[in-house]
């Protein structure tokens, strides 16, 4: 399990945003987004650059939490 500090993230329009994103990531599995600490945990294997990569590219940068 990977989990990733996103700063920018405060709202449901930005959940739908930041699960989107890694949706798109091959092997990202479950997403789970916590908007109170601002983080979200990502299942599957995929590589974390790959996700941080998905998450720049959507305007939430992130972080290994």
């Known amino acids: 399990m ?14 739908a945003a930041v699960e989107a994103a890694l949706g798109t990531v091959p092997e990202s599995g479950t997403v789970t987004v916590d908007l109170t600490t601002r983080q979200v945990k990502v299942s599957g294997p995929a590589p974390v650059a790959k996700l941080i990569q998905a998450l720049d590219q959507a305007g939430y940068p992130a972080s290994v939490a």
């Open 2 to 15: 990977t989990t990733l500090s996103i700063p920018d993230m405060s709202c449901n329009h930005c959940r």
